[in-house]
């Protein structure tokens, strides 16, 4: 039995996106074991203008892997905890060109999107991180 079930979804959400493609689908099979459903996705460009390629991603992972059924509520935790992740990293990487991974996470009724990024800036590279949490009813045919 899990503690605390909000953070140990975000603490996976942020293993996910800082896994290499190679472990995603191990970390998948060994989370799924749990009950914690996950899945990882590949980002990149200008921050700005890739923020709504940011969030279908995140929406379209999320659906494809069955961590939320195609229902408005679902989407919208989705979105949301997405957006959320995108503010924190945004005063970072306003305006530069970004790569990295969103992280997607659910256990029962808590969601977590963390997004890891890399910012490629003339020949220094930065990193951020951002994370956003959402509460969605529990997926019982999953």
């Known amino acids: 039995m899990i503690e605390n ?3 140990q979804v975000a603490k ?8 290499t493609r190679e472990d995603e689908q ?3 099979s060994e989370f799924k074991k749990d009950n ?5 996705v590949d980002i990149g460009g200008n921050l700005n203008t ?3 390629k940011i969030i279908e991603r995140a929406l379209v992972a999320s659906k494809r892997t069955g961590i939320i059924k195609d229902c408005h509520v679902h989407d919208g935790a989705i979105v949301g905890a997405t957006r959320e ?15 990295g991974k969103i992280g997607i996470a659910r256990f029962g009724e808590h969601l977590s999107v963390a997004i890891f990024l890399s910012i490629g800036l003339l020949h220094l590279n930065e990193v951020v991180i951002g ?6 009813h529990a997926i019982e045919d999953v």
């Open 85 to 99: 992740a995108i503010m924190q990293i945004s005063a970072k990487a306003n305006g530069l060109n970004v790569g």
């Open 50 to 52: 890739s923020i709504p």
């Open 12 to 19: 996976v959400a942020i293993q996910m996106a800082t896994s």
């Open 5 to 7: 079930k909000s953070v």
């Open 131 to 136: 994370i956003g949490h959402r509460s969605i």
């Open 36 to 40: 914690i459903f996950a899945v990882a």
């Open 26 to 28: 191990v970390l998948i």
